[in-house]
Nanobody
Framework: QVQLVESGGGLVQPGGSLRLSCAAS????????MGWYRQAPGKARELVAG???????RYADPVKGRFTISRDNAKNTALLQMNSLKPEDTAVYYC??????????WGQGTQVTVSS
């Protein structure tokens, strides 16, 4: 099993920045992909960004050019730097991890609210 713990969410004004962190523990040799999904009220969960073996990255169109995902392998941590935040980025952000895919391991989620 792998445990994922997110941190870094909060309230920020439009145009501001936040950095989310996801720390993995447990059987970490069973994962080579980490990433983030988000779910806004009344909407389906959607992919935000993922980082895969070879440091290949994937981003959802709405966040391209604003969000950057990275991974610190020494600390078994994935980071999501979010810049130029918009109100529509408001959601619960979930960390996900797995082997060549974002799952089946999930974190509990962290709230990100973008509002003036």
């Amino acid at each position: 099993q792998v445990q994922l713990v997110e941190s870094g969410g909060g309230l920020v004004q439009p145009g501001g920045s936040l950095r989310l962190s996801c720390a993995a523990s447990g059987n970490i040799v069973s994962i080579n992909a980490m990433g983030w999904y988000r779910q806004a009220p009344g909407k389906a969960r959607e992919l935000v960004a993922g980082i895969f073996s070879g440091s290949n990255t994937r981003y959802a169109d709405p966040v391209k050019g604003r969000f950057t995902i990275s991974r610190d392998n020494a600390k078994n941590t994935a980071l999501l730097q979010m810049n130029s935040l918009k109100p529509e980025d408001t959601a619960v952000y979930y960390c996900a991890a797995g082997w060549n895919q974002l799952g089946p391991y999930w974190g509990q989620g962290t709230q990100v609210t973008v509002s003036s």
